[in-house]
């Protein structure tokens, strides 16, 4: 499937409401080349940064994914090798649906990766 993506960016996007729905494994520097550079973390120091996504599918159908560090209390998600990420969204369809992204973004040629994690226990 073919999606279309506007990040932080390139214009708002509204994640509100967002909860954990996987995890991520891909390095920091991956990410920034793929979706530019994350916004800042939260003020008390749970995230010290994340992506937004607004993710728009061929159907038209669109969600928002948010790809973050969580608690580590330290700078260490600002390191190019980390790969230890939380994915927000509204179901567990954001997960699947981030990893056919990075996939496809990765591998034009169709060939596609393992970089989510949905089960939560």
């Known amino acids: 499937m073919s999606y279309t993506v506007k990040t932080h960016n390139t214009g708002h996007v509204d994640a509100c409401c967002t909860s954990l729905v996987g995890y991520l494994t891909l390095e920091r520097s991956k990410l920034v080349e793929l979706f530019g550079e994350p916004m800042d973390g939260s003020g008390d120091g749970k995230t010290v940064c994340e992506w937004e996504l607004e993710v728009t599918d061929e159907k038209g159908d669109a969600g928002v994914i948010t790809i973050y560090d969580w608690k580590n209390y330290d700078q260490s998600a600002m390191a190019d090798d980390y790969k230890d990420w939380n994915i927000g969204g ?6 699947r649906v981030l990893n056919e992204l990075i996939s496809e973004m990765i591998n034009p040629n169709g060939d596609y990766g393992n970089y989510v994690r949905t089960s939560l226990y």
Do not use: D, E, L, T
């Not at 509204?90 to 997960?95: D, E």
């Open 90 to 95: 509204a179901s567990n369809r954001s997960a």
